[in-house]
């Protein structure tokens, strides 16, 4: 069974820095692509930023010259850079990868890191 990890989540001032990881459990060798995303209280899941195979990133706008999402294929990990916080980025954060391990196709989340961004 693969498993995703997030790490990294804590509490952070306007204007601060955060970076968070995510790591699958095991080597997966065709991944498509994977992305963070975020779910604040009462609101829905949306997603943040997402990084294709090829290396392609995607940013919301509410993100974008803030965020910066990276992989190191070598560690199996996903990086979510995140600067200039603001309160608004308060939300559990969720990595989630689609891929395949052999023939199995893959759509696995992570169980969540929070994100609380407060004076």
């Known amino acids: 069974q693969v498993q995703l990890v997030e790490s990294g989540g804590g509490l952070v001032q306007p204007g601060g820095s955060l970076r968070l990881s995510c790591a699958a459990s095991?080597?997966?060798?065709?991944?498509?692509?994977v992305g963070w995303y975020r779910q604040a209280p009462g609101k829905e899941r949306e997603l943040v930023a997402a990084?294709?195979?090829?290396?392609?990133?995607n940013y919301a706008d509410s993100v974008k010259d803030r965020f910066t999402i990276s992989r190191d294929n070598a560690k199996n990990t996903v990086v979510l850079q995140m600067n200039s916080l603001k309160l608004e980025d308060t939300a559990v954060y969720y990595c989630?990868?689609?891929?395949?391990?052999?023939?199995?196709?893959?759509?696995?989340w992570g169980q969540g890191t929070l994100v609380t961004v407060s004076s």
């Open positions: 989630n990868l689609l891929g395949y391990l052999g023939l199995r196709y893959l759509d696995l």
């Open positions: 095991r080597t997966i060798f065709v991944i498509n692509s």
């Open positions: 990084i294709t195979s090829g290396g392609t990133a």
